[in-house]
């Protein structure tokens, strides 16, 4: 079954066996030109200034953001009716991806590229995008998204700030104050979330200039040290009423269709950030030297090195994986049709679950990543003349923006929980069709990756009947999390299985090999990880006799038996000492 048959969360219920999924193998010419492109960027224009940068060089900053433009990198999202290149969803992340080893700059580029400039291109009206679209397309304008408050943050729809109509009907007031907004420093227009008369949650394209807008001091931050972070206070700021965007009323759905795409291109930064980490560490695991040998040559940075290569290959199966669903289903829209927009935002809305996965699963694997660099340089790793420590300082945010990493997993379990409410989604049934089967129902592996594949189908099977055991416990959020880590876990195992198993045909035999030990390497973390999710989940649900009872079944079923553990791991690290840099 292609993927792109597929409905948000459908991998849930079916068979992994014969599915067809996007991934990094598939890359066009035209995209691996864009990525080309990008990396010549940062490798010649960004990383030698990173320094200036990340001492708020914000004139040089702006500056390297016109010169993104110049290379029509702003483009990738816009409209061809507007002179956009309106690329797929891959490129897009693509160049997330490419840019993440800025750090700072990647976060400025992706205010601009996303949060600044997606409202617009979905929502602005004809006036609006001829106003505003061509000034951030070409790097005039900086754009900047400002949704949270300094009382809420998680709760967006709870916000303060208020926008009131003027007696003449011209514009409208808006009043509070927003908290940590990107590129706020620099930015010329920002989408502003304001509730009319304190009761309609709507979104106004807000230009720094207009009267009774100011932005407050820069944040000293952990990391990101070089992207600008402030308030901004809106005091009385007069907005035209023609910069309302989208409808009075029905701005949580620009704030969360905007998040949807932002969590995605999060998880693709988020892997860009662990291959550049990643490259330090392995570079450094063949120069370092002690007891008279490269400290690569130890087991304990062996299993390290590989460890790390198996989340970055996971992530990356995951980012493209759902960039694939998102790209197949809007090409199946009627470009024509009058409400091309708002068949596009279902399209992605479909995939809100998948997009979430993505974010926690990628910014999980960044933070074991650049822990475990920093490890691998010793005390040098804790020193800023070394890249690992501003990988560390910089990852840490990722797991908070976007939606923290918790609410993203209450997301993910209770977006599932909604779909089998609205009875399209057969969950429910599912869930009492595995019980009656219990830890029955024989595996549906063929071919190399016959074991993994029977891994994935064992785990689904687990996840329906720890579901059923915790129905009643669904109101903890505790369960919740536990749910959403089974969901994530095997969302990411089954990318890696397809797509190992779909690149080993056209592999070299040396490719070959590191595919198969990817591939198993992922299969028992993932199986492990499934294990603790399933055993915590049944304990927080269940006690006494049926505990044990379940204890045996999520045993069983989360059962990873790989034969080569250990030779697969030390494969994927020689492949990291050889190549000094991320493999695959
Ligand atoms: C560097 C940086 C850049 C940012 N850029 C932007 C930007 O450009 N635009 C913008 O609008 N915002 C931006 N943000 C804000 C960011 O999105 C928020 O910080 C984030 O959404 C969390 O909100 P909060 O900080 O208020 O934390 P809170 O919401 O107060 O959360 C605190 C803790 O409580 C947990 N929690 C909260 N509610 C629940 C719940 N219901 N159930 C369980 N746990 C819960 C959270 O997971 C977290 O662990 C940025 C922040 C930073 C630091």
Redesign the pocket.
């Known amino acids: 079954m292609a993927d792109h048959l597929a409905r948000g969360g459908d991998f849930l219920l079916t068979d992994a066996a014969g599915r067809v999924v996007f991934s990094p193998e598939d890359f066009s010419a035209e995209q691996r030109q864009f990525a080309e492109t990008t990396e010549e960027l940062v490798k010649k224009e960004i990383l030698p200034d990173l320094d200036r940068i990340e001492s708020q060089d914000f004139a040089l900053v702006v500056e390297k953001l016109r010169r993104c433009a110049e290379l029509g990198l702003f483009l990738v999202d816009v409209p061809e009716d507007y002179g956009g290149l309106e690329l797929d969803k891959v490129t897009s992340m693509l160049l997330a991806e490419k840019m993440a080893p800025t750090g700072s700059f990647s976060?400025t580029y992706g205010?601009q590229t996303g949060?600044g400039l997606l409202p617009l291109v979905y929502y602005g009206t004809g006036g609006q995008k001829e106003r505003y679209l061509d000034k951030l397309t070409t790097g005039e304008w900086v754009g900047?998204?400002?949704?949270?408050?300094?009382?809420?943050?998680?709760?967006?729809l709870n916000a303060r700030t208020t926008a009131t109509l003027t007696a003449d009907g011209r514009y409208y007031l808006l009043n509070g104050v927003?908290?940590?907004?990107?590129?706020?420093g620099f930015a010329d227009l920002f989408t502003v979330?304001a509730k009319i008369d304190g009761k309609h949650f709507s979104a106004f394209l807000v230009e720094r200039g207009f009267e009774g807008f100011s932005v407050g001091a820069e944040?000293k931050?952990m990391g990101?040290k070089g992207?600008s972070?402030a308030q901004i206070i809106l005091d009385n700021a007069r907005v035209p009423v023609e910069n309302l965007l989208g409808e009075p009323g029905k701005g949580h759905k620009i704030a969360f269709n905007v998040l949807n795409i932002g969590r995605l291109k999060v998880a693709a930064t988020a892997g860009g950030m662990a291959k550049g980490a990643f490259a330090e560490a392995a570079g450094y695991a063949t120069e370092r030297k002690q007891f008279g040998r490269i400290i690569g040559d130890f087991g304990a940075i062996q299993e390290k090195l590989a460890d790390m290569a198996t989340g970055i290959f996971s992530s990356d199966s995951v980012v493209y994986r759902v960039a694939g669903l998102l790209d197949d289903r809007i090409a199946t829209l009627d470009r024509s049709a009058t409400d091309y927009y708002e068949r596009y935002q279902k399209a992605i809305e479909e995939y809100a679950l998948e997009c979430a996965i993505a974010k926690v699963f990628c910014t999980d694997a960044l933070a074991f990543v650049v822990d475990e660099v920093v490890q691998v340089h010793g005390g040098y790793g804790y020193i800023s003349d070394y890249a690992a420590e501003r990988y560390y300082r910089d990852e840490r945010?990722q797991r908070?923006?976007?939606?923290?990493?918790?609410?993203n997993r209450?997301l993910i379990s209770t977006i599932l929980f909604k779909k089998a409410e609205s009875g399209t989604f057969d969950l429910w049934d599912r869930v009492k069709e595995a019980q009656a089967n219990g830890e029955g129902g024989g595996n549906s592996g063929t071919g190399a990756f016959a074991l993994e594949y029977s891994v994935v189908a064992n785990l689904k099977r687990l996840f329906l009947l720890v579901l059923g055991s915790a129905e009643q416990a669904r109101e903890s959020?505790e369960v919740l999390l536990a749910i959403a880590n089974m969901i994530i876990s095997i969302f990411a195992l089954e990318s890696v299985v397809i797509r190992g198993d779909k690149a080993l045909a056209a592999a070299s035999d040396n490719r070959k090999e590191l595919l198969k030990a990817v591939v198993k390497v992922a299969a028992f973390e993932r199986a492990s990880q499934c294990y603790l999710a399933a055993s915590r989940c049944s304990a927080y649900a269940l006690s006494g006799e049926k505990l044990i009872a379940q204890q045996r079944v999520v045993a069983g079923l989360s059962a990873c038996p790989v034969d080569g553990l250990l030779e697969a791991k030390r494969l994927l690290a020689e492949a990291a000492k050889e190549s000094g840099k991320y493999f695959f």
């Open positions: 976060i205010g949060i900047a998204y400002a949704l949270t408050e300094p009382d809420c943050g998680s709760d967006p927003k908290q940590f907004i990107t590129n706020a979330f944040e931050k990101l992207s972070t945010i908070i923006f976007e939606g923290t990493n918790e609410i209450i959020q």
